[in-house]
């Protein structure tokens, strides 16, 4: 099976540790993690993704968003200048290690910290870069030749 990713849910995923909004959220959150860590694909979408499902329910939630698009943009531009290919809808991909690394460093330098702008949780993946990313989930296999 294939995962369902928005482009600004590339950073988020580099600092999960098992918090969000609701029981269910967090839950399904864990879930893509464990899916991503044992190999799985991703692919990129233009909108909602498997992420927010669990909050779609909620006809004003702010996964449907202008300001949620404008941040998945700036994550997308940011990421295909680290990563040298950019999120497109459609694009599928096998999330490595080496591209998280690549990301996580690059976090941690503040270099697309503008595509979290607004968000509630900025303040606590800031603190969880500070710590070296100490507890977070996302950690995929290695694969031969994925780095």
Known sequence: ????IRPH?????????????????VSNY?????????????KIVHGPDDICRPMLTE?????RNDSV???DDIASSHIHGLLGFELKPGLRLDLNRA???TLRHAYSDGA???????????DMCTSIAARDYWG??????????SG
């Open 1 to 4: 099976m294939t995962i369902l």
């Open 9 to 25: 849910h590339f950073l988020c995923m580099l600092t999960f540790l098992g918090k969000g909004y609701t029981a269910s959220f």
């Open 30 to 42: 864990t879930r893509i993690i464990e899916r991503l860590n044992s190999g799985e694909d991703i």
């Open 59 to 63: 006809a004003d939630h702010h996964c």
């Open 69 to 71: 698009r404008m941040r």
């Open 99 to 101: 591209q998280i690394d």
């Open 112 to 122: 697309f910290r503008v595509a979290c702008d607004g968000c509630q949780w900025q």
């Open 136 to 145: 977070c989930r996302l950690e995929p296999v290695r694969k031969p030749n």
